[in-house]
């Protein structure tokens, strides 16, 4: 389990995260104030998850590979929020681009190179 929970509220995190940021742009309308304590309150929700998944994780995982693994599972999570919840579509230059990171992320789980 000590490496499957913080996977696990790294990607619960992100879904409260990706709505924190992203979530107000299906209401243009509503006033900006609003939306940014809207916002606030949900990223709350979002730091309560992420900061014991952080706090946890750093027991199996470096900082570098809980960061990389926090990038691709934003990337995963905002991929799927942005086609079904924003009905954007996603390109080959977002995937190509989201590939790139993904293989950044990669090599922080390889073991060390020796020099």
């Known amino acids: ?7 696990a509220l790294l990607i ?9 940021w992203y979530g107000h742009l299906k209401y ?18 979002e730091y ?7 706090r946890w994780g750093s027991s199996v995982y470096s900082a570098a590979q809980l960061k ?15 086609v ?6 996603i390109t080959p230059n977002h995937l190509i681009g989201f590939a790139l990171i993904a293989a950044g992320a990669f090599f922080l789980f390889r073991a060390p190179v020796s020099a």
């Open 28 to 45: 243009k309308a509503a006033p900006l104030a609003i939306v940014i304590v809207a916002s606030w309150g949900i990223a709350f929700l």
């Open 68 to 82: 990389g693994m926090q990038e691709v599972i934003t990337l995963s999570v905002f991929a799927v929020f942005s």
């Open 1 to 7: 389990m000590p490496y499957i929970t913080p996977v």
């Open 48 to 54: 309560c998850l992420a900061v014991p998944a952080n």
């Open 12 to 20: 619960a995190s992100n879904v409260f995260m990706t709505f924190a």
């Open 84 to 89: 079904l919840y924003l009905g954007q579509k």
